[in-house]
């Protein structure tokens, strides 16, 4: 994927998952990494990893609910590599429960991480990219901006947010920049984990060990984005386990 090569490529929610598979990928394909996410120990037995195996990659810990740790996301890699040519923006929080436990700090927690923390990455990202002339924003959906299931209201509402968001972000970018979208379905992560509705979690852990497909399906759908001539956008992808409804 020459695409990918020298670029440098900035990722929340690096520590695991998702993020953690898409930043061995790059890293892989000759990215320049800029890593974030609130797991200061994880990242770094990441980036050690990366660096062993000849990549290139940095770290700060992250939190995206904090306007100023994107902007110093984005200001380590102007000051490492030069330049900023791709933010992912891909951590999220799912604490998913019912309307009926009245969770209401989690919803407050979901709308702060998955809207406000893919807003500060934008604001932060933005200005930079539109001074370089060139950049590309990749943002982690799910599934459930499409369908909506008892248990998933905010989370649900949190992503159809981050579509309307990014397609918004689209039409405004002009000819220069490019904007996607990447909608995952179920992935073996630790998403369940999160959920403090131990009925949810069960049902949720169930579903995962049955018929999840591994990060590295997302990080491939990412490298391919990415990958493409700076003339071609790829704006949406969605990426589920064949046996998922």
């Not at 009245?102 to 923390?117: Q, S, T």
């Not at 049955?210 to 759908?221: S, V």
Request: include cysteine; aromatic fraction near 4%; hydrophobic fraction near 45%.
């Amino acid at each position: 994927m020459s695409g990918i090569d020298g670029k440098v490529v900035a990722i929340t929610g690096a520590s695991s998952g998702i993020g953690e598979a898409t930043a061995l990928l790059l890293a892989g394909q000759g990215a320049r990494l800029v890593l974030g996410a609130r797991r200061s120990e994880r990242l770094a037995d990441l980036v050690a990893r990366i660096e062993k195996a000849g990549g290139t990659a940095v770290q700060t810990r992250t939190d995206v609910t904090r306007r100023d740790d994107l902007h110093a996301l984005v200001t380590l890699a102007a000051e490492r590599f030069g330049r900023l040519d791709v933010l992912i923006s891909n951590a999220g929080a799912g604490t998913i429960s019912p309307l009926d436990d009245l969770r209401v700090d989690e919803w407050d927690h979901m709308v702060d991480v998955n809207i406000k923390g893919v807003l500060h990455g934008i604001g932060a990202a933005l200005p930079v990219f539109r001074a370089q002339g060139t950049g590309h924003f990749i943002t982690t959906a799910s599934t459930a901006a499409f369908r909506i299931m008892p248990a998933m209201a905010v989370y649900a509402g949190t992503k159809f947010a981050v579509r309307a968001i990014c397609e918004g972000l689209r039409q405004e970018a002009g000819d220069s920049l490019r904007v996607t979208t990447v909608s995952p379905g179920m992935i073996g992560t630790e998403f369940a984990e999160a959920s403090t509705n131990q009925q949810v979690r069960a049902q949720i852990t169930e579903a995962r060990d049955r018929i999840a497909i591994p990060p590295e399906a997302i990080a491939q759908a990412i490298a391919f984005a990415i990958a493409q001539p700076a003339t071609v956008d790829v704006n949406e992808i969605v990426v589920r386990p064949t046996a998922q409804s």
